[in-house]
Structure formats: structure tokens, C-alpha cells
């Protein structure tokens, strides 16, 4: 057991330099699609965008929606969407973005608005997407609508070979009979999920959220950035269904902190930003 946990702390340590989530975390939405954005110099970040029944302008947690602190300096590669909340002129940030489709099917349009900057030696940035029949989409500038303005259907990818003259791009969908009938959480879940912790980054203190399938013992521990253990959140039995956990860190410094949450035999960990 402590060899398993041993080799598990290791992944977590290896993931921890991408700066995508530390495992991909399974969210309840009706539809959802990758964008992979890059440049020639950095790893990939993929972002997910979609469609929910239950989906706002701002930040949805259960969704895998996750507030990020402001963009990195300039030369360093970032991507993500600034969120349609005050027609986009707010100041929530997301690797990921849902929007609400009441109706099901849904046809209508949708714009997502990518930000995004290179490494400082790279020469360009590239955009890839892999979209369904009944979706196609354009890729237009903010600036003039005119410095790039691409067509998007099936699979294809955009290279933007001026980033330095502008940083952002609308990605302007067009969903036909897309189905947005949505998995409902009813008591009858069938395996563990790890909805996150909200607000992140936070301070002093986020809530941790999660559901699990039947009665079982619960472990949710608290540690650094390199793993070093810092508290138990949680230890004992649970009943089945929707719980989320409190973690007060107004006696912690600044920085990236990661948690795990032992259920049964299992264990999955998250990464959460304290920003003060």
C-alpha cells in the first residue's frame, strides 16, 4: 500500500509543471469539445468548451469551470478563454467554458473568446480542433475582424503566425441539433467524481467538492506544492451521494497546494492556488 502511494505522489510531482488540471476531472455537462492550443516551443494546453442546461456567464464549478489568476509575464506560453461575463469585458479567465443551450437539441450560436500568448522564442501559435458534422464555427481577430478570419468545421487547426500583433481571438460557433440533454445527478451515481474546489485561486480558504457512489471511508489531506503533508481535512465514513469540505489557509503562504481524497481502494488528487 504505501509503495501504491508512493507511486502515486510521484505522477502527481511529474504532472505538477503542466499547468492543465493534475487529472482530468469528470464534469456533468451535456456537451463538450477540445481545443488544443500550443506554440513551436511549449507542451500543449487543452481547453474544453461546451454546452449545459445549467451553464452561466460565470464561473461554474461542477462544470470544471475554474477562476485563474491573471496571465503569466510576456515569453511565457499561456492559453485559456476570458468568460462572456459583461459582454466579455470581465475579468474571469477559464481553461474551460460552458454556455447555457436550454432548449435540447440546441441550434443556435455561441462565441468563445481564446487568450493566448507564445513563449518568448517562439515564432507562432497553434490552434486544433476536432468538431462534429452538426458544429462548424470561425476564428476571426477582436482587433479588425480582418488579420485572421478562418473557417472551423470537422477537423483543422489555425497557425497564427503575428501573435505579437494581437492575443486574442473569437471563436464564433454554430451548433445545429446539438443534443443537451443532461446527466442528471439522482442519488444513483456509479463511481467516484471530483467536482473541485471553488473559488480557486482563493483566499484564505476554498470548498472542496465531490460525490461518491455508496458508504465508504473518506481521506482528504491537504499538501505543499512538493508533497510535503500539512493536514487532514477529513477521516471516516461517509453515505453516499454530494459533500464538499472546507480548507482555512489563512496561516499558509502564497502558492500552488495540492489535496487528495482517498475513497475506498481509490485516490485521485487536486491542485488548488492560494493568492494573497
Known sequence: MELVRRNSLLVVLLIIGFQNTLFPQKSITAYSTTIVVTDDVSPAKDLVLGLDQTATDDIDLVLGESELPPMPPSGNFEARFILPQNSF???????????????????????????????????????????????????????????????????????????????????????????????????????????GNYPNPFNPSTIISYVIPEPENVLIRVYSSNMEYLETLHSGKQSAGAHTVNWSASACPSGLYIYSISYGNKIVYGKMMLLK
Open 89 to 195: 469585458s470581465g475579468s474571469l479567465n477559464s481553461w474551460s467554458d460552458f454556455r447555457n443551450a436550454a432548449e435540447n437539441p440546441y441550434t443556435g450560436q455561441k462565441t468563445f473568446r481564446l487568450h493566448f500568448q507564445k513563449t518568448a522564442a517562439a515564432t507562432y501559435v497553434l490552434i486544433k480542433w476536432n468538431l462534429p458534422a452538426n458544429i462548424t464555427g470561425t476564428l476571426k481577430d477582436i482587433v479588425t475582424g480582418t488579420l485572421v478570419n478562418a473557417g472551423m468545421s470537422g477537423t483543422g487547426e489555425l497557425k497564427v503566425t503575428n501573435p505579437a500583433s494581437f492575443n486574442k481571438l473569437d471563436m464564433i460557433l454554430d451548433f445545429n441539433q446539438v443534443s443537451t440533454e443532461v446527466e442528471k445527478y439522482d442519488g444513483e451515481i456509479s463511481s467516484f467524481k471530483l467536482l
